[in-house]
Structures are given as C-alpha cells and as structure tokens.
C-alpha cells in the first residue's frame, strides 16, 4: 500500500491570514509518498509531536523529493506501480535496534516552500491508519464500485490531529498547508478568534493562468515570521496598517469574479507585503520579483510570492500563460518555471488497479 498527500501553494492571504483574514491555497500534482510498511528513516519534527501527543502509533518511511526540488517529479497519477517500486528500491531500515533519528529542520535543505512539512505529517497520518483498518479490503471494494478514493480514514479527525501536531512542531501557524494535503482541490481558509480553521471550497475564476517559479534564493519562515512580529512591537501602526492593506487584497481576492479582479487583489498584497517586509528588514519580495513585476503588469498579470516570501517559488497569475520574453527575462534573474497543476486531490491510497480521482 502506498499513500500520497499533496504539497500546497499559497495564492493568497500570506501574513494577513495570521490575522483573521481569508486565504487561497491550492494542492498542488507534486506529493509526498509514505509506505506504512516499510520504517521510517527520519521522523520529522512534525511526526514526532503527532506521536508525542498519542495521535500517531510510529513513524513511517516517506519520500518527499518532489516537494523538496524543481528538478524532482512524481510519477504520473495512478502510477501506483512505479511509486511501490520507489518505496521498495530505498534503502532497507533495520528491523530492529535505535529508533530513527529526527530529520533535520526541513529548511536546512532545499525547498520550494510547497508544505512539505504538512505533508509528510499528513501522508504518514493517513498511512498509519489505512494500515490499521481492520475492514480495509470491504471498504476498498465499496468505494471502488462507487468510483470514489478508499475511505480509509476519518479525514475530518486527520485534519484536526495534523493541525495540532504541525502547529505544535512550528510554534503557531495558520494551518492552510495542512487543509491542502488533507482535503485537496483550492480552498478558502480562514482562522477563527480561538484559533479554529475554517475551511471550504473555492472556485477561482474561470481562464486563470497560473505559472510557478521557483528561485535559488531563500530565507527562513521563522526567521521571516520573526522579524514580522519585531515590526509589530516596534512600530504597531505600520504593522497594523500594512496588514490591513493585505487583508483588503485577501478578502478582494476571494471575491474576485473574474482574472482582472483577481490579479488587481494579488497586486495589492504585494504591494502591501513589499513595505512590510521592507519595515521589517526582510524580503518578503525579493529583488527579483521587484525587478520582474512591471513586465507582468505588462502582460495583464501578477508576479507574486506565494507563502511567507523571501524566495522559494513565487507565482505568475493572468489570463494567459508569461511569454518566452517574460520567462527569458525570468530565468536571468534566476527563477525557474517548476510545472504543476493546482487542485490536485487531497491524501489518499493508490490502487494498483485503479487510478486516483481526477484533479479537482
């Protein structure tokens, strides 16, 4: 049996969700794969509070390169074969003897800032309990007379345990990479006064373009989120300012019927976020996206961070897809297009028989 969750953008609502406002996050076709059979090599940090907290029997083995490089891809949907093979050709845990070391801090390596973290948390959640369901074979029979993923897991309860346990692992958070790897497709989620997160579907608008870049630069989301919170207790009115300004393109963004109005929203984070970050003394818009902004303007699109900022991937937004005059201009300023699809199913089990469902 193999599971796979999938890795998160952030479309929208970077920083302001942390304040109450709403937030677009897509699953994105790159995933996490986790063999509830074979042991773990590593135990994230994540994992690990899952465990701590009684939610989580044991690690599992995962394999997370497609979310951890642009160069990395995985195999194509329903390759159900391919992926047991991956699982089987790495190398073998001892069966016994010392528990598997902690992975390091994910952002130690290279990243792409697609939620990694979550989705190992999520992938290896699902794992354990499609492993432990005693009437798995019945209920993979039921589904697939039905056509729908095996219902292997209560996926509300998956939800909620990975949320507690990411949050616990990173010290807060919105949670919004979490309910993409769980529920998939593109969501609105928002945080509520005690720190409940909302989440339902959300339909973008219609002939959106969306292109993924990723950069060589990158900066920690701690660090980031540090100096963010520095800013507030320094200079409150900025903060508070520069925050509702985002929030203002956040709630625009989730009511946006149409590409023009969406791309207007995103623009206005940005802006707002490009102040902030200069407030604070850190990229949240980097030199390169400065740089490349007014040629996507000139195209009828937004260049924008996706997430916390600071490099990792950034996202073209428009009716049409960058010419080869913005992606030449792109790559010299060390962006690489990374190709992928937005709303990519939530976790599940893949069937050697039977593909996944199809992309929300």
Do not use: N
Request: hydrophobic share 55%.
């Amino acid at each position: 049996m193999i599971v796979r969750a999938p890795g998160k953008l952030v479309l929208s609502g970077a920083y302001a969700v942390l304040e109450g406002a709403p937030a677009l996050v897509a699953a994105v076709d790159r995933y996490v794969i986790a063999d509830p059979a074979r042991p773990a090599d590593l135990v994230t940090e994540e994992v690990q509070a899952a465990i701590d907290a009684g939610a989580l029997d044991r690690a599992v083995w995962f394999d997370a390169a497609a979310l951890r490089s642009a160069a990395s891809a995985a195999p194509a949907a329903g390759d159900a074969a391919a992926l047991r093979s991956a699982a089987s050709s790495a190398p073998a845990a001892p069966a016994a003897g010392p528990p598997a070391p902690a992975a390091p801090p994910l952002e130690a390596s290279r990243k792409l800032g697609l939620g990694s973290s979550a989705a190992i948390l999520v992938a290896t959640l699902a794992a354990r309990a499609a492993a432990r369901a005693s009437t798995m074979a019945t209920a993979a029979a039921a589904a697939a007379a039905v056509g729908q993923p095996m219902p292997a897991w209560d996926t509300r309860a998956l939800f909620l345990d990975a949320l507690a346990a990411h949050r616990r692992a990173q010290g807060g958070g919105s949670g919004v990479d979490v309910a993409a790897s769980v529920y998939g497709g593109v969501l609105c989620c928002q945080l509520g006064p005690g720190g409940e997160l909302a989440v339902t579907p959300h339909a973008l608008p219609g002939r959106l373009a969306v292109e993924v870049f990723a950069s060589d630069a990158s900066a920690r989301t701690s660090d980031m989120l540090e100096r963010v919170r520095a800013l507030a207790a320094s200079a409150p009115d900025a903060h508070r300012a520069l925050l509702g300004a985002a929030a203002e393109g956040a709630r625009a963004a989730v009511a946006a019927a149409d590409v023009r109005a969406l791309v207007a929203a995103l623009d206005r984070q940005v802006d707002a976020l490009a102040e902030l970050g200069d407030r604070a003394g850190t990229p949240i818009v980097t030199p390169a996206l400065r740089r490349l902004r007014p040629a996507a303007a000139a195209e009828g699109a937004s260049l924008a961070p996706s997430g916390a900022g600071g490099g990792d991937v950034s996202i073209f937004v428009g009716a049409a897809p960058p010419s080869a005059a913005f992606l030449e201009a792109a790559r010299a300023s060390g962006l690489e297009r990374v190709p992928m699809s937005l709303g990519a199913p939530g976790v599940h089990v893949l069937d050697a028989a039977r593909p996944p469902a199809p992309h929300a």
